[in-house]
């Protein structure tokens, strides 16, 4: 059975959970509806609708969670904020101009169709799993041995989050399923070492991105190369990215005190013990197509079938960016060719796997198959896409800043910033869109509470930790979805696993803040 045809099957054929779905349905619909009918229409006022204005995130979310069924939770948020912004005709007013954009585009092009094509061809060639025998006789050893080697392919896989997410799942899996690792494990691994470690070793777009967001908001951001500077002087102090990691290494190997999250605890005992890897009942969001292995009888896999389309990708997108940032010193424009990367991959893989002697059909096969394993993944990337499109509409964002941003006692503020992001970034599902948010309104704040640098430094660490931290555990991100995607992880198993371990670093954050600011500012 297809992945699509077994998601649908699963979720819609238990009455039980149809019902649900249909109440919540059916509950925030009404309730909207009788509102926007009395009043007309609901009252927009400084770019928000109120309290609606987080309805149609917090419906969906709930909604997901309620049910841990993701494609009408989305739909239902997505109907639910047309009714608030008066934008009745849906598919007009947000799904054709979301799935229409260049940006999902490139998210379709390069993180569904490259990466299934990829991982299809490798299905062909056994060059994924090649790279696992031999991954695991070099330095793998057992569980916790594959986790250290998911821990360190996350950080040099360190471009961004959805880039981490799925080189590390797609490398990393063969090896974890050998050694028993669940899913939900492998997932929680692969999800925290992308943008954590993207904030961390910054050779990326990031810190051009936010430069730009923060240029003239002060005069110590004239420029934005004083945003960039600014960036790197400031990672020492991004708490939540350096617990996260640290975190994930101690989980990686079993040296924890204590695993937050009885399901996190469930998941390792089923897996060591002989279980399945992903638990009973369970939906993952790859298909066959993307880990049965067809490779012809006539083929002889090797390492060049896996090192040869990761050796292409890679150095089509670091050798530029590091030419032209170091070498010829563009540090305000780099260059950065991440989806030809992808392509070429595939094309890479492809060739070699011709050069080699297989028939172009079966090549082509795999590539096809590889993108029929993703499209559970588009259709729920699709929907998340529109979902940030109706909060903005709805000015999701400008009511959660509007509403926090009067606490402003000076010990509070980098911890408020960290609440502040980690609930927009949840409600949004992107941390980019709230750095483009909050940083407007927040290095003025800080500025305008103690106007010191290393008091700005921590509060801009803050915002930049916090929004990581509400993207990783928010089930409508597009990290969150590509590393259940490239695991082969159930997403709200991903989801519910993986929140405490990041709570738990979020906490260990903000009490570090408030104690730096209470002995030194």
């Known amino acids: 059975m297809s992945n699509l045809s077994g998601y649908f099957e699963t979720r819609f054929g238990d009455r039980k959970n149809r ?76 799904l054709i101009p979301s799935i229409g954009t260049e940006s999902f585009a490139l998210i379709l092009l390069v993180y569904l169709w490259a990466l299934g094509g990829l991982i299809g061809i490798w299905t062909r060639t056994g060059g994924a799993e090649k790279f696992a025998v031999w991954a695991s006789n070099l330095m ?14 996350g950080l040099i896989f360190h471009q961004g989050g ?23 494990e492998l997932a929680y691994m692969v999800d925290s070492t992308a943008s954590p470690a993207a904030t961390l070793i910054p050779f990326n777009v990031w810190p051009f991105y936010v430069s730009g967001l923060v240029l003239g908001t002060l005069p110590v951001f004239a420029t934005a190369q004083d945003g960039v500077n600014f960036f790197f002087g400031s990672i020492i102090y991004n708490y939540y990215a350096i617990f996260a990691i640290l975190i994930t290494l101690l989980f990686a190997w079993e040296k924890l005190p204590w695993i937050p999250g009885k399901k996190m605890r469930k998941a390792m005992q089923r897996s060591r013990s002989g279980g399945p890897l992903d638990r009973r009942g369970a939906t993952p969001m790859s298909a066959d197509e993307l880990t049965q292995q067809k490779v012809p009888k006539d083929y002889n896999p090797g390492l060049i079938d896996f090192f040869g389309p990761i050796g292409a990708l890679l150095g089509v997108a670091i050798i530029p960016y590091v030419f032209t940032f170091f070498i010829l010193g563009r540090r305000d424009d780099p260059t950065l060719l991440i989806a030809e990367a992808f392509v070429l991959a595939v094309l890479v893989g492809i060739g070699i796997a011709l050069a080699k002697g297989m028939k172009l059909q079966v090549a082509i096969n795999g590539f096809v198959d590889g993108c029929k394993g993703v499209t559970i993944g588009a259709i ?142």
Request: hydrophobic fraction near 55%.
């Open 19 to 94: 019902r649900r779905i249909y109440t919540g349905a059916f509950i925030a619909l009404i309730i909207a509806g009788v509102y926007a009918g009395i009043n007309e229409v609901i009252p927009e006022r400084d770019g928000h609708y109120g309290f609606w204005s987080v309805m149609p995130p917090l419906v969906a979310i709930v909604l997901a969670f309620w049910t841990r069924e993701v494609v009408s939770a989305l739909f239902i948020g997505i109907c639910l904020g047309g009714i608030i912004s008066g934008e009745i005709n849906i598919v007009q007013g947000f």
């Open 140 to 153: 793998v050893r057992g569980p916790r041995s594959a986790k250290f080697f998911t821990w360190l392919m």
């Open 380 to 521: 729920i990337l699709a929907l998340a896409v529109t979902l940030k499109e109706v909060a903005e509409a709805v000015g999701t964002a400008d009511y959660v800043v509007a509403m926090i941003g009067d606490l402003i006692l000076p010990f509070m503020l980098p911890g408020l910033f960290m609440v502040l992001c980690m609930l927009i970034a949840f409600s949004t599902g992107t941390s980019w869109g709230t750095y483009a948010v909050v940083f407007p309104v927040a290095i003025p704040l800080a500025w305008a509470v103690v106007p010191d640098i290393f008091f700005l430094q921590l509060c801009f660490a803050a915002v930049i930790g916090g929004s990581v931290m509400g993207d990783q555990c928010s089930p409508i991100s597009d990290t969150t979805i590509l590393s259940s995607l490239a695991t082969g992880c159930d997403l709200m198993d991903h989801v519910t696993t993986q929140f405490p371990l990041a709570i738990a670093a979020g906490l260990m954050a903000m009490i570090t803040y408030a104690a730096l600011v209470i002995a030194f500012v």
């Open 162 to 184: 959805t880039i981490s997410t799925v080189l590390t799942g797609a490398t990393v899996r063969p090896v974890a399923d050998k050694h028993k690792v669940s899913h939900e």
